[in-house]
């Protein structure tokens, strides 16, 4: 039973770790020194075009077809993903990881950027 016991703890631990190391805050993000690496905006083509990040394409999470549109994504560069204020971008995130991408979730969204974010 004890062997159970610390099996199971050793799994929420590593599992905690793995979420962690997926995520940056959005404002701690520097592309200047970053190399093969995407950068995924999730919001509408209308939040999009109000203003986003430099070198950010635009996969919208509502689209029906936001699966196979990331799925074409190349494989071998890390994925930075965020959206509004952060919720989009973890689901996003995980589904990257689902189909096999280095994804890392961009916390607390654009509006952390551009200071719109309500308290």
Not at 58 to 65: K, L, M, P
Not at 95 to 101: A, N, P, Q
């Amino acid at each position: 039973m004890k062997n159970y016991l610390s099996f199971f703890v050793f799994l929420l631990v590593a599992g905690s770790c793995k979420n962690t190391t997926n995520q940056l805050p959005i404002n701690q993000f520097q592309q200047e020194n970053l190399e093969n690496y995407t950068l995924v905006d999730v919001r509408t083509p209308e939040e999009f075009e109000a203003g986003h990040l430099d070198n950010a394409i635009n996969i919208n999470w509502y689209d029906a077809d936001f699966t196979e549109r990331v799925g074409v994504l190349d494989k071998k560069n890390t994925i930075y993903v965020y959206c509004k204020k952060g919720g989009r971008s973890a689901k996003a995130q995980a589904v990257l990881d689902s189909l096999g991408f280095r994804a890392v979730d961009l916390t607390g969204g654009y509006d952390v950027i551009t200071g719109s974010e309500e308290d």
